[in-house]
């Protein structure tokens, strides 16, 4: 167990915060994804993933749901669950108009209340763990819903990286990445609105080795672990010469492939 984290948000406001931007977010991320997840982490998420036809998979914190509708036009059996009345309106709506056949929970990730145990073989966790208050229920709750052996594919913020206030980009193109605290320290960040958005953002920061340390606790091995960057072909998709250099230079996320090997109840 790591030590809490210092918070002064319940997860009622974060929630709202979510519901209150999931237009934008809508507007972010559309049917594809922002650049960043084309450019960057989208192929090693589905590297990792492998054929996805016939598996019941789990998208935690789908949001407006581009991944959710993806993995069911591969093929897959989708259940999609967020804790955002407003991310689950738009996502539902969006598959409608797609005729797609999505199964839409509002739940938090942070117990998943309203699955049973051992319904899936896959969950993706799509930018969401470092905006969750209680790290280790998340994962706990991931291992309770998977089958024996089934797959966890984590994105997420990379912690030693951060974007938004944490980041200066230069004249010149380098970035100076500044910490107000302790790397150490598990603490709330609260980041202004950029581009459309008109909400801060709030996420938490913890040391990458806690991540490590609740996905062992809750009965994870780690398969593999990837530093998404751009592949040469896919330069051709960046929108400028900027954004190609930054993915080529910054890293953003991560990606965790674990695989459930323990069966780890709550007492
Ligand atoms: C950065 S967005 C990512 C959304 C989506 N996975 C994507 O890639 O577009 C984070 C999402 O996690 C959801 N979220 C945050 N905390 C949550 C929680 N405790 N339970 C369920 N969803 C949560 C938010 O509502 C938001 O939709």
Redesign the pocket.
Known sequence: MTEEIMANIS?KE??EL??NR?RD?DI??GED?DGN?ILNSDPVLWSFAGNVAGLSVL??????G??ARQLCLKGASVTA????PQ?IEIAQFRASQNNLDIDFHL????ELKSLPDEQFDLII????LM????LEG?IRAFNRVLKPSGIAILVFLHPCFPQGDSTTVNEDGTVCYSWASSYFERTQRNDQPWNHFTTPFIWFHRPISDYWKAFKAAGFSVDEFEEPRITPERYHLAENDQKLFNSKTRPYSVVFKLQKVKIIRNS
């Open positions: 997860e974060i929630l979510w519901d999931a977010w972010q991320v994804g997840r998208d935690a914190g789908c949001g407006t581009y991944l669950v967020d804790f955002s991310m739940d938090s990730c942070t966790s799509n930018y969401v905006d969750l208050l209680d998340a």
